[in-house]
């Protein structure tokens, strides 16, 4: 529906935040096991490396061909409105779902016991509903200024 929606508006979508989520769930529901085994303190901190060295990696190297957009690689002439490709972007997954787990662990601590106010809250309660509906709303702001 997205990508559809952005086809309307005369834009490509090419390996969109969505499809990276979708990947790396499935990588870290096959994975994870393994990955699991990793200290969660390396295994974050290793994540945060990684996302900086994979995004300056990627940001250096045209790929010679054009399917190899999903791993960062992109070729010449390579456009997407909406890209957020494997590397580096599943070592930053890596680091929330490692960092999610931690608090899941540690949930008796004061902090993570606090209430937060409901603005806080909602948005992540309703973080797809907000994605599916921003491009729209922010397309028909922009038409009414300068349509």
Known sequence: AVEIGAAVAGQ???????????????VWHFGGKYLGRIQPAVLGSGAF????????WTARVTAPVSWLYPLGFTAPGFYSADYFPLFPWFFL??????????????RE??????ALPKVLTWPGRH?????VLHQPVLYGISFLIWG
């Not at 490509?12 to 499935?26: C, D, E, K, P, Q």
């Open 49 to 56: 490396v990684l996302f900086f060295a994979a995004r300056a």
């Open 12 to 26: 490509i979508i090419r390996w969109g935040v969505l499809m990276l989520l979708g990947t790396s769930m499935a």
């Open 109 to 114: 601590r004061r902090l993570l016991k606090l």
């Open 127 to 131: 973080s797809l509903l907000i994605y």
């Open 93 to 106: 997954f890596l680091m929330g779902t490692v960092l999610g787990g931690w608090c899941l662990e540690h």
